[in-house]
């Protein structure tokens, strides 16, 4: 496979190279420490980048959730908030939103996405029972334990070698799915847990024909699907430039098709519908919606809320049909794929081919000298913020978590450290620098030695726990 690079991407759309369909119009001072301040900061935050203040970050790297800047039209949205407790008008004008782009039936707002992995993990799994996926998400994974579920892993092979190019690496193993169906019975199997596309494998997409397929085979059992939508705009860019049949379709009419081979959904807003907070879930089952608008009273707020201000549903009604854009998206993940051309010609080992949110550095390959149980992920975060002032998240063993049966470490193949790409936030410009600062890391690698933990808390572990560097 050839990766497309932003000059052929604005070739095939017709154009010389793609560019940002928006200018700036308000901007945020930065701040350079030193190396001195970082060292500081870091050992205050047990080289942990999740503990360290965002006052002492430069380039912040860390998520793409949340940290989106929101357009003219969407600040304007804020002041059309309507803070009524009840019926407020920015529901129904969010709920028409999601109807309509994501084709779904009934729409429940959650304050953001692990608000609807809960309900959706309470109304949906029955304890005991299996929920295969294509790959495990942290906070997906744990309400479905949560909940008495039994993740398993059922994505294709190729998901789990970074060098892989095989153009859909989100896509799921059939096989495996039909064999854990047959194993276990139908009935015991909650549902199948889809995200489109595909987080800790780097982003990866599912394509149009493995949905339609995964649909078929869950149809001959009577098995239902869930997807989480949190990037499918992302997925959806990918479909059109890789998929035969869907160069000349939108981005809109490929998200509604992808959606409308699954059950209902799940997002975590604060991704592609780049707002600052938000989620939302969505079902066509009548009876599951009266169970899942029930139980969002409980856990969220009151139906027609969750959790939300009026004012952030409105700009998330707006971020929607900003996502939906060709353009938009086109300049989203050429940004993306600019820094990883950039590190990809200078060798430094990342996960191919690159996906839509971030690109991931192979840490197992940076650092063949750390073993996995030193965390190499973790500490390529840890000299990449010392470096630079650049702040990035491991996604490898500490991410990763304990096995609730057997209380040892999981052992994932990818052990990654994630450059996240907030969405219209830096510029090419800020790029270069992160590109510049990994390889100055990586030409040090050989000095580097790996992390020992020392605080771990029982759930969702990376986000707090403290390590110490070893000597
Ligand atoms: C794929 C995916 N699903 C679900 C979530 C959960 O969403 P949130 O962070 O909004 O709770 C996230 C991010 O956390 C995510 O990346
Ligand atoms: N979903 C967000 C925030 C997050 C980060 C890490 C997690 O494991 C869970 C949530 C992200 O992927 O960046």
Redesign the pocket.
């Known amino acids: 496979m050839t990766h497309p690079t932003p000059q052929t991407m604005g070739q095939q759309f017709g154009r010389r190279s793609w560019a940002e369909p928006w200018k700036i119009k308000m901007v945020e001072p930065l701040r350079v420490t030193t190396r001195e301040e970082r060292e500081r900061a870091l050992a205050e935050a047990g080289y942990n980048t999740f503990l360290l203040r965002s006052e002492d970050v430069y380039i912040d790297l860390l998520?793409d959730?949340?940290t989106n800047a929101m357009s003219d039209r969407q600040w304007a949205a804020i002041m059309l908030g309507d803070e009524a407790y009840a019926g407020s008008r920015n529901f129904y004008r969010l709920e028409a939103t999601i109807q309509q782009y994501y084709g779904y039936r009934y729409v429940v707002p959650t304050h953001?996405?692990?608000?609807?992995?809960h309900l959706i993990s309470r109304a949906a799994i029955r304890p005991g029972q299996y929920v295969p996926g294509n790959m495990y998400?942290?906070?997906?994974r744990l309400h479905q334990e949560l909940a008495g579920g039994i993740f398993v892993d059922v994505i294709i092979d190729e998901a789990h070698d970074p060098q892989s190019l095989h153009p859909f690496k989100g896509n799921v193993d059939l096989d495996k799915l039909e064999a854990l169906i047959r194993r276990e019975g139908a009935q015991n199997i909650a549902y199948v847990s889809l995200?489109g596309t595909?987080?800790m494998a780097g982003g990866q997409p599912v394509s149009m024909a493995n949905v339609r397929a995964v649909r078929s085979l869950c149809d001959r059992y009577g098995v239902r699907i869930f997807l989480?939508a949190?990037?499918m705009i992302e997925n959806a860019f990918f479909i059109q430039e890789r998929e035969e049949g869907y160069a000349n379709r939108s981005i809109a009419e490929i998200l509604k098709e992808f959606c409308s081979y699954t059950d209902g959904a799940?997002m975590?807003?604060?991704?592609d519908a780049l707002v600052n907070i938000g989620?939302w879930l969505a079902v066509n089952d009548a009876e599951l919606f009266d169970e899942l608008r029930n139980l969002v009273v409980v856990y969220e707020g009151l139906h027609t809320y969750g959790g939300l201000a009026g004012r952030d549903m409105e700009a998330m009604a707006v971020g929607i049909e900003e996502s939906v854009q060709d353009d938009y998206i086109r300049a989203r993940i050429g940004q993306v794929r600019y820094l990883g051309e950039l590190l990809t010609d200078w060798d430094i080992p990342i996960v191919q081919p690159v996906g839509g949110h971030a690109i991931f550095l192979d840490a197992r390959r940076f650092y063949p000298h750390i073993p996995q149980r030193e965390f190499p992920a973790q500490t390529l975060a840890a000299e990449l913020y010392l470096d630079s002032g650049i702040r990035s998240m491991e996604r490898g063993i500490a991410s990763a978590g304990r096995d609730p049966k057997t209380g040892d470490h999981y052992y994932p193949k990818l052990e990654l450290t994630r450059l996240t790409i907030p969405r219209r936030v830096y510029t090419q410009a800020h790029m270069d620098v992160v590109a510049e600062a990994v390889k100055a890391v990586y030409d040090a690698r050989a000095q580097t030695r790996g992390l020992r933990m020392v605080y771990e808390p029982k759930y969702l572990r990376f986000f707090q726990a403290r390590f110490e560097r070893l000597a």
């Open positions: 998520t959730s949340g953001q996405g692990r608000g609807a992995e998400f942290t906070t997906t995200a595909v987080n989480d949190t990037r799940w975590s807003a604060k991704k989620g």
